[in-house]
């Protein structure tokens, strides 16, 4: 698919076919992700592969009752390392810089995700604190959640603001 088509397919899936996601696209997607800018380089982010059904219902469970990421196959979950991007930028690379490049990371898989023909959803609504539990981290901090699948819905286009409501051309 051509990168536009892609950006233009990719919406939020949120019911997904029991067919496993095949090692080597999910191979693909990570290698995907390794292609993302970050701050300095640094890759301040690390990623949780969750494919266990009893962790995937507890991820459920702490994004308060969002059974979607049960029933996905992977689930992806992006956590940021503010102490690595600290080193070198101090606390914008903290409380900034460490969480915008798990961000766009997560864009990524989203966007190789499409590309390959799966769906998934960005989860950001879940409690922090029972993530880390899950996962078993104290440093890092939980960013986003991407369940990851093959589409078993075909969700209606959601509208969007005009480009004139999101830009200002600062011309003169
Ligand atoms: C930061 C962020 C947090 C989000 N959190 C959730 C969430 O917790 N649950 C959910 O179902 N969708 C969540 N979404 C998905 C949005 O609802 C979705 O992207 C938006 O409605 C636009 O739809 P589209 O993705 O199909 O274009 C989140 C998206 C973003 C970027």
Not at 77 to 98: D, I, Q, T
Not at 103 to 110: F, K, L, R, V
Not at 144 to 152: R, V
């Amino acid at each position: 698919m051509e990168l536009f088509e892609v950006m233009g397919k990719r919406c939020s899936v949120r019911k997904y076919l029991a067919k496993p996601v095949e090692e080597q696209k999910l191979k693909k997607i990570l290698e995907a992700v390794n292609e993302a800018p970050s701050a300095g380089n640094l890759q301040a982010y690390k990623i949780y592969v969750v494919r266990e059904n009893m962790v995937k219902r507890m991820l459920s469970e702490a994004a308060f009752g969002q059974s979607f990421i049960e029933f996905a196959p992977a689930v992806l979950v992006f956590c940021a390392l503010p102490e690595e991007s600290a080193k070198k930028y101090g606390e914008r690379g903290a409380n900034l810089y460490s969480i915008q490049d798990a961000t766009i990371a997560a864009s990524y898989a989203q966007l190789a995700t499409t590309a390959l023909g799966l769906a998934s959803c960005w989860v950001g609504a879940f409690n922090e604190g029972k993530v880390k539990e899950i996962l078993k981290i104290e440093k890092e901090l939980p960013v986003a959640i991407i369940p990851i699948g093959y589409a078993a819905e075909k969700p209606e286009k959601p509208k969007r603001k005009k480009l004139d409501e999101l830009i200002y051309f600062m011309d003169n």
